[in-house]
């Protein structure tokens, strides 16, 4: 993979965020803290402020080394192999996640007589083909693709400003202090970028710019949550936990901008459609670069097949099998506590060794 610049990185990382922002996490805020949900959006945007920093002040004696690499020279070979598949199969699952939740969105709007299978085919189709671009041409590509999608969140937030109702923020602590940092703690998991700095380091053309290019990133979507949770808690409030159509939608409907702008619910669909585009194919290419660092393989093209496929086979599955709710609310937290903690052990570990292998060559 070629080295990526300062601004594409940013973007990237922005947009592993994004698809799990607007579709997943920033209904599930406002349903489960309801008045204290813009309360609960600035405590985990501080944590994951926090987080993002203490990974980068981790990977300082590790400039320019894969997360992968560094688990081996923390554990081994067999380390190294354990943990990538528990990072491929993470980052796989919240690809079929989200777009088991676009497809759902997709199928209410427009297509409800169209077999789901061939809806999800379209998407599988995108994300093939950003696997098999050269040049990393589909990466770069998303630093064109996230833009529009920010400016449309804020340009939501704004056209329905006369909407709001303010006293929607009212009592403060919404459900209680439980539901706003205790639990409320658990909706960490929107900022996937967290998951996915650990293996940007390696990828970059100025590795020391590291530390910058990932809190600028944590920052940028911390206001894109705030303005999408805002925005659906502003004009539902409790109304909103019902049906499976995500609420940011919706109010793209209330929004009146004269008669020379029509279809705007449509423009929005087309921006997230493309959006939701560029997060598989991020995820899928982070899945395959895993894959080959654990195998050794040369050539990621045959594999990249087989990947679209079994994201393909997945996401069916979990729509046919399985409550998005539960999938999100439960098991969707789980995974991502659970591969955010054991990237931060293996990094601090593996610190602990450098500098005891250091102390031990000193002596």
Same mark, same amino acid.
């Given at each position: 993979m070629e080295k990526i610049n300062n601004k594409e990185a940013i973007f990237l990382t922005i947009s592993c965020t994004l698809g799990i922002t607007v579709l997943v996490s920033s209904q599930i805020i406002a349903s489960s803290c309801l008045s204290s949900s813009l309360i609960n959006t600035g405590y985990i945007s501080f944590v994951a402020l926090a987080i993002t920093i203490l990974i980068c002040l981790l990977y300082k004696k590790f400039i320019g080394l894969s997360f992968l690499d560094i688990t081996e020279y923390l554990g081994g070979k067999f380390l190294k192999f354990t943990v990538g598949i528990a990072f491929f199969s993470y980052f796989l699952y919240t690809a079929a996640v989200v777009l088991c939740k676009a497809v759902n969105c997709l199928q209410i709007v427009y297509y409800p007589m169209t077999n789901v299978s061939? +809806?999800? #085919? @379209?998407?599988? $189709? /995108? /994300?093939?083909? /950003?696997?098999? #671009? %050269?040049?990393?041409?589909? !990466?770069?590509a998303t630093f064109l693709f996230v833009p529009p999608v920010i400016i449309a969140i804020f340009f939501i937030f704004v056209g329905n400003l006369k909407n709001f109702n303010y006293e929607n923020i009212y009592p403060l602590l919404g459900n209680g202090i439980n539901a706003t940092f205790g639990y409320g703690i658990s909706n960490l998991y929107t900022f996937g970028g967290l998951a996915y700095i650990l293996f940007l380091p390696q990828h970059l053309k100025r590795p020391d %710019?590291?530390?910058s290019i990932s809190v600028i990133s944590t920052i940028i979507s911390s206001v894109t949550l705030t303005l999408t949770v805002g925005t659906i808690i502003l004009m539902f409030n409790k109304n909103i936990t019902s049906g499976q159509l995500f609420p940011l939608y919706l109010s793209v409907r209330y929004i009146e901008f004269g008669t020379f702008f029509q279809r705007l619910d449509s /423009?929005? !669909?087309l921006v997230m459609n493309i959006a939701i585009c560029s997060f598989l194919g991020i995820y899928s290419n982070l899945c395959l670069d895993i894959f080959q660092n654990i195998t050794n393989i040369t050539d990621k093209k045959p594999v990249s097949y087989c990947f679209v496929l079994l994201l393909f086979a997945l996401t069916l599955w979990i729509d046919s099998n399985f409550s998005l709710e539960v999938l999100q609310e439960a098991v969707f937290k789980i995974y991502f506590?659970?591969? #955010? $903690? @054991?990237? !931060?052990? $293996? #990094? +601090? !570990?593996s610190n602990i060794k450098k500098i005891l292998s250091n102390r031990k060559e000193l002596t």
């Open positions: 061939y +809806t999800i #085919l @379209l998407f599988v $189709i /995108a /994300a093939c083909f /950003a696997c098999n #671009l %050269k040049n990393n041409a589909f !990466l770069r %710019k590291f530390m /423009a929005f !669909l506590f659970s591969v #955010l $903690i @054991l990237g !931060l052990v $293996i #990094l +601090t !570990l």
